[in-house]
């Protein structure tokens, strides 16, 4: 009789400079969509756990905020959560973004490692987009910070050397009892992914001309005896020329929004799901100190 194999769990970090690939790499070691993920800096606004079966191990992501230098008061509570994502956690995952190097956040961000004295693990994400020259100059500029256990080249799109990098995380994951279901990919409520969901679609469809402020909220979430779900939504911005663009000609933009948001909705809750928005002016919500709470934040970082 083969005796079970001792089971292990344990908390990785994920940190890096906005935009280098974290939502993108967690979700993929996940296997589905946990944290929403584009090309605009900021996505992610508070911590997102991607719990990740590998065997007898859980290993469970924290997907932080991007770090950068924070100005105004929801970028302080941003880049709070995700350095207390940090230290919480069994270990950290420094992300960088191949294409970039290091700039001045990820520089803020190797000079704060530094000081903690904390290893890390490395993964220079997004190969595909360099050249071999490149990639060894940059690895060569990285190792001259004394903070890496092992480096990783990945690219979190095309999958290359992730199975290497998970092996060598779950490794390191302590032993002890799984701190969550094994079906179980994420701790964010269905009503909040919905919402990020739609907001991911925001920001893919509107690029350049929505701030990132603008917000989305699940109102209401009835599940029909038919099997499908109706979901009511409100878009928050902040000023009525906001509210127009997201509208669109004749109601165009916030149509296409839907149709975008349902569709990837119906996939992950394996549902027929009846998405309704609406939009709403709120001047004063990046100031107000519920929505902080709601997302887990805290104002007075
Ligand atoms: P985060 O802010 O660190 O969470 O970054 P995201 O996961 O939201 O990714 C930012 C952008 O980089 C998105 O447009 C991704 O599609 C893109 N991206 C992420 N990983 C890769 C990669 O390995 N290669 C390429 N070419 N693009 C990537
Ligand atoms: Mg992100």
């Known amino acids: 009789m083969n005796a079970p194999e001792t089971t292990r769990a344990g908390f990785i970090a994920v940190v890096g400079a906005p935009n280098v690939g974290k939502s993108t790499l967690i979700n993929r070691l996940v296997g589905t969509k946990v944290s929403i993920v584009s090309p605009k800096v900021q996505t992610t606004r508070t911590r997102v756990l991607g719990i990740c079966m590998a065997g007898a191990a859980q290993v469970i992501f924290i997907d932080t905020p991007g770090i950068f230098e924070p100005r105004r008061r929801l970028d302080r509570a941003m880049v709070a959560a995700a350095w207390s994502g940090a230290s919480d956690a069994d270990s950290v995952l420094l992300m ?18 530094v000081k903690s004295e904390r290893r890390v693990v490395l993964a220079i994400n997004k190969v595909d987009l360099v050249k071999k020259d490149a990639l060894l100059e940059l690895t060569a500029k990285l190792t001259q910070y004394d903070v890496f256990d092992e480096i990783f080249m990945i690219s979190a799109e ?11 995380l779950t490794a390191g994951v302590p032993e002890g009892p799984w701190l969550f279901p094994e079906d179980q990919v994420s701790d964010m409520p269905e009503r909040l992914l919905a919402a990020e969901i739609t907001r991911e679609k925001l920001y893919l469809q ?15 979430w009835e599940d029909k005896e038919d ?20 509208l669109g000609k004749q109601g165009s933009r916030v149509k296409a929004l839907g ?10 809750l394996g549902c027929r799901v009846h998405l309704f928005l609406f939009i709403k002016v709120r001047e004063k919500w990046v100031d107000d100190p519920d929505r902080y709470r709601d997302w887990g934040l805290d104002y007075n970082a």
Do not use: C, M
């Open 96 to 113: 960088v973004d191949a294409s970039r190097g290091i700039d001045s956040n990820t520089r803020a961000i190797l000079d704060k490692l």
């Open 158 to 168: 095309t999958g290359d050397g992730v199975d290497d990098l998970l092996a060598h």
């Open 206 to 220: 509107l690029r350049q001309e929505l701030p990132y402020s603008a917000t989305v909220e699940t109102e209401s």
């Open 227 to 246: 099997g499908s779900v109706r979901i009511d939504q409100v878009i928050y911005v902040q000023r009525d020329s906001q509210k127009a663009i997201v």
């Open 259 to 268: 149709a975008a948001a349902r569709k990837e909705l119906e996939t992950i």
